[in-house]
């Protein structure tokens, strides 16, 4: 009796956790580097954004092969007989292949001062915003999965791309005045979409059933709660938008406070929405 005894383990593991947030940033710098074209102000951050983008994308590339029991299967996914239409990951591969040559050619362009870089800046934003979008919708689909079965999941993973990466925006910026008080905007906004997202979650998943009431319990107490409530929503989220409304928040200290706080909050907060729902399993 007991002899045999299955331990559940958790199917993600917490390197996608440092992919989400890998990602995030380069979504997001991504996109503020498109919309240099448009706004004059974020022109300093064009060509930095660009280059962090894509060295950060060669990152999350690296922690996703890793991740895998046969890295050399990434290859398959460059062969379209291999590609299965009906699954998320196909689109999610061909979202981050596609993104990769965009940015790339929009960054040769853009050295070499070609006109065409404006327009493969904005094919590559909008790619760029896709790699959130598929990432929610990846654990959107997990309908037993408490907190992951929600359609805001794709929607909160676009405001946490756009928090972190105007954050590394907002550092690149330096001391430029007119790029940082832009910037702030974005880190407010995008701020406080997250919090409103996150408080709908916990409202829908603290009343709903057993499995969810469970999950509540296990990402608001123990050392889960201080990653999830303590450092991501408070530390991470509360704080920085408090910090920000207030007067330090328009001075360069504050900002670059922020910009830290939200880089924190961000990483602790996917973090926790990834490994969080997933303790449940392990329990029983």
Known sequence: MGDYVWFHDVSWHAAYAIYFFVVGIVAG?????????????????????????????????????????????????????????????????????????ALVAYIWFMKQGDDKAKLLGMIAGLLAMGLPIYTGFDLTVHQSRPVWNTPVMPVLFVALAMASGSAVASLMAGGDAAAQKMLRQFMLWSAAAVGVILVSILGTTNYGGTAQELSFVIMTSGTMGLIFVGIGILAGTAAPIALMLAPVGRQPIGLMLSALLLLVGSAALRYALLMGPQQLQTLY
């Not at 102000?41 to 950060?56: D, T, W």
């Not at 990152?59 to 299965?84: H, T, W």
């Open 29 to 101: 710098l991504s996109f503020l580097s498109y919309l240099s074209w448009h706004h004059e102000a974020l022109v300093p951050i064009r060509e930095k954004a660009a280059y962090v983008s894509v060295v950060l994308l060669g990152v999350g590339g690296v922690l996703l092969i890793g991740d895998l029991s046969q890295p050399l299967r990434f290859l398959n996914v460059l062969n379209p007989a291999y590609l299965n239409f009906s699954s998320p990951l196909a689109w999610g591969s061909l979202n981050i292949l596609s993104f990769g040559a």
